[in-house]
């Protein structure tokens, strides 16, 4: 994280407050990059199933 120096007579306060919040955010965990994942996992699945009930299963056995 970029931090700006603060400025002069600022006694940090305002420091303060934003490390706290990046620290609540940061507690709250990935749920977002996880159901992202998740979604993303599933629709490669679903394709797979597709491409091999609709393409490879009709071509029946190779002899």
């Not at 006694?11 to 749920?31: I, L, N, T, W």
């Not at 996992?41 to 394709?47: D, K, L, Q, S």
């Amino acid at each position: 994280m970029i931090q700006s120096p603060l400025p002069p007579g600022d006694d940090g306060a305002a420091s303060r407050d934003e490390a706290e919040r990046v620290d609540q955010v940061v507690s709250s965990g990935p749920r977002g990059a996880i159901a992202v994942a998740g979604i993303a996992t599933a629709i490669v699945i679903g394709m797979w199933y597709a491409f091999y009930f609709l393409v490879f299963l009709p071509r029946g056995v190779i002899q």
